[in-house]
Each structure stands twice: as C-alpha cells, then as structure tokens.
C-alpha cells in the first residue's frame, strides 16, 4: 500500500534515502525519525544472565519458573537473573564484490544498492546503540578483515565508524570462518555480534563460524542482504551477466533459467534459514527495497521480546 505524502515514514523508503548523499547524514535522519515515531526506548542492549534457583512464592511470574527442575522435584523453583545493561556489540560488515551487484542500475535509478543499503543499516545500529548508552565496534571483511574499530560509546567514535563504513568499497571474495574467528578473537567477554551480509558463500564455513560465535555465547543476529533481483529474477530476453568474485560471464536466454534459479534460490533460503535456527542466530532476511523502520521494527520487537521471556539453561 503506498504512504501518504503527509507520512513521514516515507522518508524511510531507500529510494528517499538513497537521495541523500553523506552516510551519517542518511543514518542520523532514519535513526531520529524512527525514535520519534516509537513510544517507549528499544532497550535491545539489555541482557540478562542467570544466577541461582529460589523457591516459588505466590506472586512470582510463572514465566521464570524452572519447569526441568519441577518435572524432577515435583517443587516449584524460579530463575532468578542479573541483569546486564552494558551492551559490547560488534558489527560485521561484508564488503566483499557481490556487494556491488546491480550498482549501475542502482545509480540511474537513484536508488541502494547492496552495499550502500548495508553500510546505511549497520549505521543506523550503530547509532541507536551509542544513543542508549552502550557501545558499538565495527569490522568490514571480505576474503581478509579490511576494517577493525573496537568497540566504543562515544561521538567521535560514530563518526569513526561511519567513514570506515564509507571508504570500504567492496572487492574480493568472502571468507567467513576467518572473519568469525577474528571476531571472537577481538571480543573477550560476551556481547552482540551483527553480521550484514549477502551470504554468497560455502554454507559450511559460514555455519562454522556462527556456531563459533555461538559457543562463546555472543548474541549473533544476521541480517542477510539481498538486491530485489537476485530474490525476483526479472529478466527477459537474452542478457549478459557478468561474474562477481571471479565468476565467469554468462550470455544466455534468462527466461529457460529462471524456475531453476528460484527453485535453487528457495532451497539456498531455507538451508541459511534453518542452519541459523539450529545454532541459535537470530536471522532477518532483508531485500533492498525495504523501508528501513520496518527492518529495525522487526529487530528491536524481537530483541525485546526474547528479553522478555528468558531462555531456558
């Protein structure tokens, strides 16, 4: 359904931000608009680490009750959690070629591509991390790590982050295990880990490197970052595609291609899918075209709804 002219949600639409010109500019202008338009504090930053078991009493909430430990004992015991509101967060930006797909369609038509539109989205996470206190790192990758800002509360630190996210042009391939294993590596004690990325590498390796993070018990969120045509395939008549990340050209006929591509495309969406579910990564599928508070929306409800509801140990 199209937004009215007098919605300022419609400023969220890529092809408004794409207009826009400076990354922080772009970031700041979703992040303010987007926190005035909610009615209480994301808070996606708070944790909770579990402590000890007490007795039930009449009052508790039912949602914290250990019902592993009743099933055993037959006694009613709750969890009982410290809460953790320091949040060290590291964002993982993939800046490797794939990333550029469709940039010169993207710049006659005025709009994001895939990195510009990644690089605008980790900026805005940024920016309501420092906002509420906590602080945001960033790594950009591609076969090797190219950028490393710990993390940091600071202004000047945002400013830091924006233009490495501004001078990483995407190149090269991607190598996940390595930039996951760099990532735990930087990141000592617990925190939250958000990947932007296309995904356009071996499952195998990626899965590896998540359940790494995972097993030191960060908080990974992946954000899987697809240009419309890559999830659409729109082409008629015969085209040139030309291969990113050493791939080959392709001349062919795309219309005796395309329901084998959408089959393998859907079966690569739901491998990525659920290999995430198994390790316990949060994972948002994310096309170019959509508006950036329905991206944040959907992530700050989740956020806080698994805060809401404690994980079972």
Avoid at 25 to 34: I, K, M
Wanted: proline share 4%; with cysteine; glycine share 6%.
């Amino acid at each position: 359904m199209a937004r009215r002219e007098d919605d300022p949600r419609r400023f969220f639409d890529p092809k408004t931000i794409a207009k826009i010109g400076q990354l922080d500019l772009r970031a700041r202008q979703v992040v303010e608009g987007f926190l005035t338009g909610m009615h209480k504090s994301p808070l996606f930053g708070q944790s909770v680490e579990f402590v000890q078991h007490r007795e039930y009493v009449p009052g508790d909430d039912l949602r914290h009750v250990d019902w592993t430990v009743w099933s055993k004992t037959d006694r009613y015991y709750v969890k009982q959690y410290e809460a953790e509101t320091n949040l060290r967060s590291y964002l993982v930006v993939d800046a490797s070629e794939s990333m550029l797909y469709g940039a010169d369609r993207h710049k006659k038509a005025g709009t994001l591509h895939k990195y510009e539109y990644t690089a605008t989205a980790a900026a805005c996470l940024a920016y309501l991390t420092v906002k509420q206190q906590d602080s945001a790192g960033l790594i950009t990758f591609d076969s090797d790590v190219r950028q490393v800002l710990p993390p940091r509360s600071s202004q000047l630190h945002m400013d830091a982050v924006v233009k490495a996210l501004h001078v990483s042009k995407p190149r090269e391939k991607t190598d996940p295990f390595k930039i996951f294993r760099r990532v735990a590596e930087s990141m000592p004690a617990r925190g939250m880990v958000a990947v932007f990325s296309d995904l356009l590498c071996d499952r195998e390796p990626l899965f590896k490197g998540l359940e790494m993070l995972r097993h030191r018990r960060h908080d990974v969120i992946v954000f899987h970052v697809m240009d419309d045509d890559e999830l659409t395939f729109p082409f008629g008549g015969m085209t040139k595609f030309e291969g990113l990340e050493d791939l080959p050209q392709l001349l062919c006929d795309p219309r005796a291609l395309r329901d084998g591509y959408l089959e393998a495309l859907e079966e690569y969406l739901t491998e990525v899918r659920r290999g995430c579910t198994r390790i316990g990564v949060e994972y948002h599928l994310v096309r170019t075209s959509d508006y950036l508070d329905a991206v944040l929306s959907r992530f700050l409800f989740q956020r806080m709804s698994s805060r809401a509801t404690p994980a079972r140990r």
